[in-house]
């Protein structure tokens, strides 16, 4: 390593500490803070996000990567050297590109948005929340004008999370991907009755719930030596270092869905950090590479693994010996589907494996127009409800169970959404390569054994953080871009079987 | 507020919002991090460290201070903006004077020394500390030197934790102390069998510890909406922000005493924490004054207070309900004077409160003469144990249990164990006053009653955070500068009672 790298280096490490303090601020303010600490701990939230900026945007910065570069013409693409350089000139562009009142300006506005959406949306008052709204979404636009974008608007926002995605895939994928997905649903709903979660809405002492998914996660491969798990009302996985990435979840006495699939869910995202090349600690590639690959490993993980009838033929038993008076009448097969029910829900985060992406392809297709400025933020109830019952057959009681559902948009997390379901896609792809590569996985999970699977995921994907781009990940492991197929053979072959299609 | 002091104020807490984003890291790596974890956790912590400590000594900070000056030259002496600017430019002064050189230095070397007196604590094996123990003393006295002192250059590193107290004043208290406190100790010990504090360890159940430490922090006024308790191996409190003042604690299953009078003490500290003017909040005059101003807070809760035969009259029927197999037996008679034993212990930690300030005059005899040059190093298990046996009658048996027990050195803490003694002294005179002033405070406590004694330290001490010195507190409250005589009275008056002497 030169001299000029390792000055980068290092400088990029300080930088990364300062990130991590201000995730571990993050953490305890959902996990432990008392509530009088609330206000000392936005403001130190606030100092460390600015502190890290500038460091980050300091012309040295920029400096220090040409020197490095200057250093090291003929690393190769995929070397740590040639990677760490080209990651960090694009996020030192996409950070440097903004003006800081701007910045300032959509904190303010975003910070506002953000109570008085959760008022409107207790008050079902979608009105209260036009103004700031409009506030936010011009602010974007204004950012997304900084950032550039080669054809629509939206492309800049969507590239902050998934770096080099641009809107017109996405549209061609969810062009591709919404007919046979409507006909799956429409068939399965012409069954709908025939399967019942009612037995996962018995009783479920919450310390036993606590063991399974400890029992669980370690099974999986999440490492507790680095890492833990914790309560929090919204789930989520944190890393503060490579040896120290947490999850939490949430336990419902009288449902066992939510802490179930939510720790495997989140120790899918934990596993992935876990996995990060130890010759990137510390510095920026030390993480997911973006929100659509990290949310393949947590549905990966969820779904395919823990939907799986295989893995159940190997936890049910453990999980009956747990809870006896809850499960001891219940067969493998009537918990399987039960925990498989598609159900007509208003709510994505509460929406089954089938559904999930038409909620996304909605919100999808209205933020494209938004940006573009072709749907008046009035009128999106309206717009919202419309797209609702021409997708799902049904319409929204209430815009508190339409349009002001997600918490996104009043933060200023607009050109998000669809990482969600470019995740699913993800997910089915690589676990089909995994599985061309070692057809024993599903026999192994039945068997309670998950390591193939995760070190297949560690070699291919987990070691290079965030070294490639999503396409570049998915190209090299598959041989092909991002497609909804995969993921739609994986819906049709399940609940055909479920629903006996 | 003027706008030149508003800009101070601003910078001033920017920085309070670094040191505290590194008090997180510290607590939640002694409460919560994986093991894991430690290797990014002590760099995360460095960064911050340095950030702090540049932004404080940044030049900017004499321009501000000169500026804020200048724009209130008339402001009275005890007003917010006079005190901000007088402790901030000593805070300025201090961290400037040494050269980062020699702080880099100091800091590598007791991050050594650390682990080279734990390993030699442990195998009892003082000749392999004494290298990294004279390295880390030789620059603790270049360290003294740039700090300035007008004498010794010990007054130069005990202002560190007590500022403007001296080493010739420290001597003075305790020259005056230790006659009268070695003979009550040699009164209490030809008495020693008479008290026994067996029934201290018989079972109790931790969840039910957990439950009284509680109940018990409760009602002496620590607010757990802005604070909480955990457990960790060596407790401490730690304020992350006036509204979040943690405390943590220990629980042994054959052993009261610990989480009981732990529990009482680190919520001593941290009532003071909570007690701060919030017109200080965020600045970096709010916390505690000075390692002696909070240990008088701590001591006075746990002993005045918590070891008192009026506050368990309240507390003990409480006790024996939650623990009736092992207290149902025991008058309150025996559990007062079991709390109260006065034993010959090697160990300053586990040492009661007759003994107590014996085992910090021996180590501030030695540090004198340490930094004086006086004794050598490798001459101090010999000068420990010759000192001992003078003060306590009886010789340590090894270094573990002698010179090698304390962490302080090793971390480069040389001038800090007077304020523990301080801290005693501090506590009787405070006490002493506040019952001058609220006649009924006993009587409130038997009865479970502590807010007039905590409305009491608030308004006298707490809401003031660091706008005076000891000595100034002391003085206001008072009338008179510490000394050592009330704490004398209170032992006298305690131990004459408990052993009839």
Redesign the interface.
């Known amino acids: 390593m030169g001299e000029k790298y390792q000055a980068l280096v290092h400088h990029l490490?300080?930088i990364r500490?300062?990130n991590?303090?201000?995730a571990?601020?993050g953490w305890?303010q959902q996990v432990?803070?008392?509530?009088?600490?609330?206000?000392?701990?936005a403001?130190?939230m606030?100092?460390?996000a600015r502190?890290g900026h500038e460091m980050l945007t300091d012309e040295q910065t920029d400096l220090m990567l040409k020197e490095a570069h200057l250093e090291n013409p003929d690393a190769p693409y995929d070397s740590d050297e040639a990677s760490m350089i080209r990651v960090v000139r694009e996020d030192y562009r996409e950070n440097t590109c903004i003006p800081s009142d701007l910045i300032a300006e959509h904190a303010e506005a975003t910070g506002l948005g953000h109570n008085i959406w959760k008022e409107a949306r207790v008050k079902n008052d979608f009105a209260s929340f036009v103004p700031i709204l409009k506030r936010i979404l011009d602010l974007t636009r204004r950012m997304a004008d900084y950032i550039g974008y080669p054809d629509h608007p939206y492309d800049a926002l969507l590239g902050q999370y998934e770096r080099g995605m641009t809107s017109k895939e996405v549209k061609r994928l969810f062009d591709e991907h919404k007919p046979p997905l409507v006909n799956l649903i429409a068939r399965i709903n012409a069954d709908d009755d025939r399967v019942s979660d009612d037995i996962l809405r018995r009783d479920y002492a919450i310390d036993k719930q606590e063991q399974i998914c400890v029992d669980i996660a370690t099974a999986l491969g999440y490492?507790?030596?680095?890492?833990?798990i914790d309560v929090a009302t919204h789930p989520f996985a944190m890393g503060?270092?490579?040896?120290?990435v947490?999850i939490t979840t949430r336990y419902n006495k009288n449902f066992l869905s939510p802490a179930l699939f939510g720790t495997m869910h989140e120790a899918g995202h934990a596993m992935y950090e876990q996995g990060v090349s130890p010759a990137l600690?510390?510095t920026p590639l030390s993480r997911g590479t973006s929100l659509g690959v990290h949310e393949s490993q947590s549905r990966m993980w969820e779904n395919m693994v823990g939907r799986s009838k295989g893995f159940w033929g190997w936890a049910f038993p453990k999980l009956q010996a747990m809870f006896p008076e809850s499960l001891s009448d219940v067969s493998l097969e009537t918990f399987y589907r039960a925990i498989n029910k598609v159900g007509q829900s208003y709510i994505r985060v509460e929406s089954d494996e089938a559904t999930y992406n038409l909620h996304i392809m909605l919100r999808f297709e209205l933020e494209l127009e938004m940006v573009a400025g072709n749907i008046p933020v009035e009128n999106l109830p309206k717009e919202w409800n419309e797209r609702f019952e021409a997708f799902f057959g049904i319409v929204p009681p209430t815009d508190t169970l339409g349009v002001l559902q997600d918490i996104h948009w009043s933060n200023g997390l607009i050109g998000y959404f669809p990482t969600y379901a470019l995740g699913n896609m993800l997910a089915a792809q690589y676990y089909k390569r995994a599985l061309e590569d070692h057809p024993q996985i599903p026999a192994e999970i039945a068997q309670g054994k998950f390591d193939t699977l995760l070190k297949w995921l560690n070699v291919n994907i987990h070691q290079h953080g965030r070294k490639f781009t999503s396409a570049e990940i998915t190209q090299r492991i598959t041989g092909e871009s991002i497609k909804s197929s995969e993921y739609m053979k994986y819906l049709d072959n399940k609940y055909t079987e479920i629903y006996g299609l």
């Not at 432990?32 to 701990?41: F, I, L, T």
């Not at 490492?223 to 833990?228: E, I, W």
């Not at 503060?240 to 120290?244: K, V, Y």
């Open positions: 490490m300080d500490n300062v991590r303090a201000e571990l601020l305890d432990n803070m008392p509530p009088g600490g609330s206000k000392a701990r403001s130190q606030a100092t460390l502190i490492d507790f030596n680095r890492g833990r503060l270092a490579q040896g120290d947490r600690e510390g």
